[in-house]
């Protein structure tokens, strides 16, 4: 707000420097209309009358003197004249030479039309510029503050919709954004009370069979049970339990292997054109800064089943493994068709991942052997696989010689 107050009080600054240059210049141009083309007509004027004379003395050819009169005698207006006149003597006799500054033109005239247009120019530069301050940055100003809260945690005010819309897609997004991390905060609280509940339970039900061992292994040290069919017995007793407290441990490593991401989809439909303009437009120039080849093959339009954000953020991160892990110098999109399915295969040159490790590519947490110098969670390929199931569509992986090749399977819409 502050640069654009500078920046509007020099514009100020420079309207005003426009007017005062533009009357300087006029007035500099009267002056110099008054100090000499006249002049010089007048000289030309005064060579042809002591050439020719009055009578063929042709006034057309000249711009600025309008008349000449010759002096009689006797006559009292000669020296009276409505504008500005030179007087000039020509083989002893007078002559008044008549004359204006700017043609036909008027000087008063041209100083209201050009400062009248400087004037509306200014006042629509001004008003441009306070619309602009009052509907736009003085709005998106109030709209800076929403991500500091967000990152804060105040996630329950809504965002509020401006009257002119300016930033409708914008304000959306953002309230979405607030939406969605207020539901997954709430979906984690909850996630986290029912897996501490769930500890709490099967550690409380664990006691039990514990203890039950505990009691048993007491008792066979101190030789209360000598008799081999009783020492038989409780050593299957204890086995028991000992199953017992697997399965509460199966339970437990159930409950953490259970889905933690909440993938939401909005199943519906769109353009493969869609889904390819996205992607390009995103690597197409940052692919070519670090000078990487990205080809995308030719393709039939058609419409797709799914969801267009899913699988955008779906070939994304196929597209960040491949610069991830590949060489860096080819990146390529593949289109087919196979049924009812559209595949979109992006295969990347210098692939190292070992044949025997490509079945577990797509598993959480799970990170290949060529993955050990660079940073990562081993979740993305995970993630693409999830959010593809649940577009109905499917992923696979292969490796052609020096070059990996993920393909994701859409179905098309009949």
Not at 52 to 65: A, H, K, P, V
Not at 176 to 197: A, I
Not at 239 to 253: G, L, M, P, R, Y
């Amino acid at each position: 707000m502050k640069n654009f107050s500078k920046i509007y009080t020099m514009t100020i600054v420079l309207l005003i420097t426009a007017f005062a240059c533009a009357n300087l210049f006029l007035a500099a141009l009267k002056n110099d209309q008054k100090g000499r083309p006249y002049r010089v007509e007048a000289r030309r004027i005064i060579n042809e009358l002591q050439e020719d004379g009055l009578e063929n003395l042709d006034l057309s050819n000249y711009t600025y003197i309008s008349q000449v009169v010759r002096y009689k005698k006797g006559d009292s207006h000669f020296f009276e004249s409505n504008g500005d006149s030179l007087f000039r003597q020509v083989d002893n006799t007078l002559y008044r030479l008549d004359y204006h500054y700017f043609s036909e033109l008027d000087y008063k005239n041209i100083l209201i039309t050009v400062n009248s247009i400087l004037l509306a120019m200014s006042l629509f530069i001004l008003v441009v510029m306070l619309y602009l301050y009052r509907f736009i940055l003085k709005p998106f100003n109030t709209l800076c503050d929403i991500p500091y809260e967000l990152s804060k945690g105040n996630l329950t005010v809504p965002v509020k919709e401006q009257k002119l819309r300016f930033f409708g897609k914008f304000i959306w997004g953002i309230d979405l954004l607030r939406e969605n991390m207020e539901q997954q905060r709430t979906r984690e609280q909850n996630l986290q009370r029912e897996k501490k509940r769930l500890i709490l339970s099967i550690s409380h039900d664990i006691k039990t069979p514990l203890s039950a061992i505990k009691l048993y292994s007491k008792a066979l040290s101190k030789g209360l049970y000598t008799e081999t069919g009783q020492q038989v017995q409780i050593a299957e007793n204890i086995n028991t339990k000992a199953d017992e407290i697997e399965e509460f441990v199966s339970q437990i490593i159930k409950a953490s292997n259970e889905e933690f991401l909440q993938l939401e989809v909005m199943q519906g439909e769109f353009y493969l054109s869609e889904l390819v303009k996205k992607i390009t437009q995103y690597y197409t120039e940052k692919l070519k800064l670090i000078k990487t080849r990205f080809i995308v093959g030719k393709y039939s339009n058609c419409l797709l089943k799914g969801d267009l954000d899913r699988a955008v953020e779906t070939i994304q991160n196929i597209i960040e493994n491949a610069i991830k892990y590949g060489d860096g110098h080819h990146i390529e999109l593949v289109f087919s068709e196979e049924d009812d399915c559209k595949l979109i295969c992006i295969k990347n040159s210098g692939c190292s991942l070992p044949d025997t490790e490509l079945p577990h590519i797509f598993e959480s947490f799970w990170r290949g052997s060529n993955a050990e110098s660079s940073n990562g969670s081993g979740l993305g390929l995970y993630i693409c696989r999830q959010l593809m199931l649940k577009m109905d569509g499917e992923i696979f992986a292969e490796i052609w010689e020096d070059f990996m090749c993920i393909t994701t399977v859409f179905r098309k819409v009949k």
